[in-house]
């Protein structure tokens, strides 16, 4: 990781050097904030107005006396300089007018037959303590108003406010709790009251008379009516493909096809409703803000304080170009294996000039100075160099990765022979596989035959053969790439450890050129053993695109998104399934917003870095449409498609694992069965019979919009599960909760840990076998000096220098991360038999924090424990801030 620097935020000034904050939707490219936060308060004082403001009911029956304490979060934005709106709201404190409140009861009037006029008041602030500004406001209830229900909040202010919760006291059964935990806009930029229900939850016909009718009309605004470009207070969640990773506008080489649809399918994202392009009318617009997101999605100003949004916008708009401006030429390598070693030792010299010291002062974690100056980035050397710096060389270590390291969804078992692609051979050449029996044989020394092998599920693969080789003619026409369908074989030794016997790179023919096929295998003479390391370096990279858009992206990042926009869209927040669901989707939709913006992007991070270029969105799109099933994502499911495990009702958690050493599968099993009990305590709960499911019209239709909106592409293909028992739910609930969870952090935190040593996993190939139809000069070099071919097919500088950057600050964790089972919800808190059930869930997550230990510890688990090896940790529930390669957060949050 990149060394660390005091990182301290103990106030608003460590962000304030940020002159330009990060936007959705404003002219400021570094700002998440409205148009109006664009200067930092100099000098104010917020006033405590310690005048009560009752509302009176104007009825004469008895009443009660009950006071509403409103907590609102100090923001970057209510600490702001708004000029003469600032000014009108210090007016409105003094007032007593901030926020008005209006109590909601559950009953309807049986004078009037509808819902009863609700009692108002406005709340005045009456304290201000650290980043918390309380206010008040007191109510007079008739004693025949019945429960309250829901708050209606006004935001009386020119400027949004963001609410945490209003606790309503003193009535006979103790307080009322609602928890807002979102930005309340203001009445000047849209009319319409917020809505907050209490902590309670209700099944659609469970709604109390009183709020049905709010129930619906909420839901409503949260739909919108598609129609229009979003604004940045909208709370509006609706569907739109990707058709905003291209900018042809602005150079027609970025023009990108519509990824979603019948030639690409794909998951739907948010819609923004931006314009379409001058030059292409079927692409949106882009900007140099980010684009639309619904409110509540942003960051909090925790996290922007903190750690994400400013590490990130930092670190794309200032120093990428900052190290483009270091390292000049873009094809630039290293010239020996030593200069790699420098980028730690000595780092890189960054030209800030004008804007020297910039990005120290707001992201001082990403620079370390040798000396008194502040422009160099030096990094932290990854674990896995520090215990052996020759681990990238051995082979055991390529195999072990595949099981241990940060890409454990590509090894699939082999059951048979020979191996075949499914291309067309009047297109790609032959279908079968250049492996050969006599071939894999020798390689394992004639231990038993490869039928035996098979029968005994001792050989394995990185296939990725067929998924490439479609693309080979056009990734090779990128400059600075090349690409290869591959295949890798493993064997698998008495003692659980994988070992590499041999793998295949096929060219299909072109140019005028016939198919090419060569098989490398471990060596003992120095030219092959040369031609082994650079097939590795290929089959990395390879694997690395698999990881970083298929296991990562695809199936954690852009498969969620699908499912925050059904349940927003379909599932009020009285409703115990979104209650559940909401804290596993946190802040992954403005994750994916930055993903869209300078990740997936044309020309951004995975395209300028990775072998497939500006085919890997379409490549992704590929593996999506041929091999995606929502039944495919839990994790025994997963485990079973891929044949690395069987069911076995006899075995631990009903699965035989075909590796019994395979430490992704052995924690997250543990993981997943303490998800699947906790979900099944709750789900049972709420649903003590079957009926109750298949009647649930909310719970329906979000189920409905997931397959028939979110993944339209594959609506009509197999592999959804019906929805109409209790154990359907369960199984549903417990599959994207571990997306959520398990599967993203096991992906997404060892990135730097492998990823950061640019020769074990480098993310491009970028030149051809040296015996793939070769002139003698180039022959000739690769036998003159075979260290200089390998560098030369590594990344370049300022390819490995960016991934290096990317994913030191995409492996760790924020200081306010929410790990899985750390800290109750407040509606489950309120009710003692979810709480008892979390209680459970809870402790479960401390013991699998022992068993984690324990496995590490054991000696005879040899791939993940022994000389130079670093723990397997990534499921490990609980973690500190920064990166320390374990802790399992609620949700995909970076």
Known sequence: MLKPQACHFDSIKTILPLKQPFLHGSVFPFSSRPPWFNKARNSSKLVIFTRNIKAVSTETEKTVGVKATVTVKQTLSSMANLGPSRGFDDIQDLLGRTLLLELVSTELDPR???????????AHQVSKVKDEVKYEAKFEVPADFGEVGAVLVENEHHRE?????????????????????????SK??????????????????????????????ELKVLRGDGQGERKWFDRIYDY???????????????????????????????????PMCDTDPVSEKR??????????????????LTFSINYLSCLFQGMMPSLAGAITDAHRGFSCLTDIDRLFNEGIKLPFEENKGFLKSVIPRLIKTITSADDVLRFEPPPTFRKDKLFWTRDEEFARQTLAGCNPFGIRLVTEWPLE?????????PSKSAFTKELIESQINSYMTVDEAIKQKKLFILDYHDWFLPYVEKVRGVEGTTLYGSRTLFFLNPDETLRPLAIELTRPPMNGKPVWKSVYTPSWNSTDVWLWRLAKAH????????????????????????????????????????????????????TNVLSRQFLINADGIIESNLNPSKYATELSSLAYGQEWRFDHQGLPADLISRGMAVEDPSAAYGLRLAIKDYPFANDGLILWDALKQWISDYVNHYYPKASFVESDEELQAWWKEVRTVGHVDKKDEPGWPDLRTPQDLIQILTTIVWVCTG??????????????????????????MPDEDPSEEQWNHFLENPEAALLECFPSMIQAAKVMTVVDVLSCHSPDEEYIGETIQPSWAENPDIKAAFDRFHGRMVELERIVDQRNGDKNLKNRSGAGIIPYEYLKPFSEPGMTGKGVPNSISI
């Not at 997404?748 to 970028?766: C, E, H, K, L, W």
Request: charged share 25%.
């Open 287 to 304: 900007t140099s803000v980010l684009p639309y997101l619904p409110r509540d999605e942003v960051f909090s100003d925790v996290k922007l």
């Open 539 to 590: 089959v990395s990279a390879h694997d690395s695109f698999h990881h970083h858009m298929i296991s990562h992206w695809l199936r954690s990042h852009c498969c969620t998104e699908t499912y925050i926009l059904a349940a927003k869209r379909q599932l009020s927040e009285m409703h115990p399934i979104y209650q559940l669901l909401h804290p596993h989707f946190r802040y992954t939709m403005e």
């Open 421 to 429: 692609s499914k291309l067309d051979p009047k297109i790609y050449g």
């Open 112 to 122: 009037a037959g509808g819902e009863k006029e609700t009692i108002k008041g406005y």
């Open 161 to 185: 406010m963001y609410l945490h919760e209003i606790v309503l006291d003193g009535f006979h059964n103790g307080p009322v709790n609602v928890k807002c935990a979102s930005w309340v806009h």
């Open 188 to 217: 000047f930029d849209n009319p319409q009251k917020r809505v907050f229900f209490t902590n309670k939850s209700y099944l659609p016909w469970e709604t109390p008379s009183g709020l049905k009718k709010l129930r619906e009309e």
């Open 240 to 274: 739109d493909v990707y058709n905003d990773l291209g900018d042809p506008d602005n150079d027609l080489s970025k023009k990108r096809p519509v990824i979603g649809g019948k030639q690409f399918p794909y998951p739907r994202r948010c819609r923004t409703g931006r």
């Open 743 to 768: 599967h993203h952090a096991s992906v997404n935190f060892g990135q730097y840990a492998y990823s950061g040593y640019v020769p074990n996993r480098p993310t491009i190939a970028r030149t051809n």
